[in-house]
């Protein structure tokens, strides 16, 4: 499975838009990229998906870069509940697996 | 919104013994996935299940486990005899409209004492 890369932790107050990087460099042309995210206590939740081109929904917006080697998930306005970690998965293949990572642990300060 | 319904949610359990774990997954889907996570430690893929049969496992989800769709609905993990470092949560879900999109389950909390 391709490899990302993103930061440990990320720090936001309330209300103010949120941009969480990461780093695909090796990844296929198939392959989608996909965020989910993890609230304290609770199984992971799907958040947003894109494959080239950059994507909306409302939870959120995911940008893609033209060479498809990193992406940045933005929530518009951030809230406590969005305090969470934020996996950024490379999904290929048939079988779809979530091949999960350590993720970023967004704190949103009130 | 659907819904992936797991039960129990906490199941407590000694060295040695069988669980089933279960999950109720959304209708339709075809894919059904059985994940986990170890307490502070990522969650980490077990098994995937597809027209009825397994269609990858980890290196995880050895001959102690099983997974079964017994009534064409619920979907079940069984663990024979479990171990010490089986506790973790168990997170079922289920393949959603597009690749990837998986709906979770809220998780099975279990304690191997």
């Known amino acids: 499975d391709a490899k990302t890369t993103q930061p440990n932790s990320m720090e936001s107050n309330e209300e103010e838009p949120v941009h969480l990087p990461c780093n695909h460099s090796?990844?296929?042309?198939?392959?989608?990229i996909h965020w989910y995210r993890q609230l304290p206590s609770q199984g992971p939740e799907y958040v947003i998906h894109?494959?080239?081109s950059n994507v909306n929904n409302r939870m959120a917006s995911l940008a893609i870069a033209e060479d498809r080697k990193s992406s940045t998930l933005i929530l518009h306005r951030a809230t406590l509940r969005d305090a969470a970690v934020y996996y950024c998965?490379?999904?290929?293949?048939?079988?779809?697996?979530?091949?999960f990572g350590k993720g970023t642990l967004l704190t949103v300060n009130p | 919104e659907p819904e992936v319904t797991q039960t129990p949610s906490h199941q407590v359990t000694q060295m040695g013994q069988e669980v089933i774990l279960r999950c109720v997954p959304i209708?339709?889907?075809?894919?059904f996935y059985w994940y986990r996570q170890i307490l502070g430690q990522k969650v980490e893929f077990l098994v995937s299940?597809?027209?009825?049969?397994?269609?990858?496992k980890s290196e995880i989800f050895d001959d102690q486990f099983s997974v079964e769709r017994p009534d064409g609905s619920n979907f079940t993990l069984k663990i024979r005899s479990t171990k010490l470092e089986d506790s973790a949560m168990y997170f079922c879900?289920?393949?959603?409209?597009?690749?990837?999109?998986?709906?979770f389950g809220p998780g099975t909390r279990l304690t191997v004492t």
């Open positions: 090796t990844i296929s042309g198939t392959d989608y």
């Open positions: 209708s339709n889907h075809l894919y």
């Open positions: 879900a289920n393949f959603g409209t597009a690749p990837g999109e998986q709906y």
């Open positions: 894109g494959l080239t």
């Open positions: 998965i490379l999904i290929g293949g048939s079988n779809y697996k979530l091949t």
């Open positions: 299940f597809y027209n009825n049969e397994i269609s990858e």
